[in-house]
């Protein structure tokens, strides 16, 4: 059963329910905020319960920081590139589509196509992870600038601000999950 089918990721969840949810239920309703990871769920898993969707998030985070280094570009590496259609060398997630699409990332002119993808392959052969961006956050002419001025940076720095960015997506798919309203009890 993919995560799709789970039959609680269609809904809305407090986090009562969150903390209820059996270990498999909540990895595959979780599963799939840290993109094609779902192994970020199953680790935060015996950590609950939540006291609320901002503790979710940190003790996931967590978790991402306290991988080693090969572990954090590992997590980048399972972002699809910006831009591009998912594709078997592009996997992307339902989510990651649906964002990128939104601000119009896979509408782009030819000269918006050419220029994402050369400087999408300079990124990548420079680091060895894709550009990450929460897209949500940003429009589309703000992504092409950033990605051209990040390109110049080092790897030190774009491993840290490519995680940073990682978990202002968790956050915004977290909130997509889980309603942020106080439950009475855990």
Same mark, same amino acid.
């Given at each position: 059963m993919s995560?799709?089918?789970? !039959?609680?990721?269609r809904s809305i969840l407090t986090m009562s329910q969150v903390n209820s949810l059996s270990d498999k239920d909540f990895i595959r309703t979780f599963g799939n905020v840290f993109e094609n990871c779902s192994l970020a769920a199953a680790a935060v898993v015996r950590r609950r319960p939540f006291s609320s969707l901002r503790h979710m998030h940190a003790e996931m985070c967590s978790f991402v920081d306290q991988l080693p280094k090969k572990?954090?570009?590992?997590?980048?590496?399972?972002?699809?590139r910006i831009g591009n259609p998912p594709?078997?060398?592009? !996997?992307?997630?339902?989510e990651s589509y649906q964002e990128q699409r939104s601000v119009g990332l896979h509408d782009l002119t030819?000269?918006?196509?050419s220029m994402l993808d050369s400087l999408n392959n300079?990124?990548?052969?420079k680091f060895g992870f894709p550009f990450v961006i929460c897209v949500?956050?940003?429009?589309?002419?703000?992504?092409?600038?950033?990605?051209?001025k990040r390109l110049h940076s080092t790897a030190?720095?774009?491993?840290?601000?490519?995680?940073?960015e990682v978990k202002k997506?968790?956050?915004l798919r977290l909130k997509n999950l889980v309603i942020e309203k106080l439950d009475s009890k855990l």
């Amino acid at each position: 059963m993919s995560q799709e089918d789970s !039959p609680v990721s269609r809904s809305i969840l407090t986090m009562s329910q969150v903390n209820s949810l059996s270990d498999k239920d909540f990895i595959r309703t979780f599963g799939n905020v840290f993109e094609n990871c779902s192994l970020a769920a199953a680790a935060v898993v015996r950590r609950r319960p939540f006291s609320s969707l901002r503790h979710m998030h940190a003790e996931m985070c967590s978790f991402v920081d306290q991988l080693p280094k090969k572990g954090r570009e590992g997590i980048l590496r399972n972002l699809a590139r910006i831009g591009n259609p998912p594709s078997s060398r592009n !996997p992307q997630s339902r989510e990651s589509y649906q964002e990128q699409r939104s601000v119009g990332l896979h509408d782009l002119t030819k000269e918006e196509r050419s220029m994402l993808d050369s400087l999408n392959n300079d990124y990548y052969r420079k680091f060895g992870f894709p550009f990450v961006i929460c897209v949500r956050l940003n429009r589309k002419e703000a992504i092409l600038q950033k990605l051209a001025k990040r390109l110049h940076s080092t790897a030190a720095i774009e491993l840290h601000t490519g995680i940073e960015e990682v978990k202002k997506i968790v956050l915004l798919r977290l909130k997509n999950l889980v309603i942020e309203k106080l439950d009475s009890k855990l």
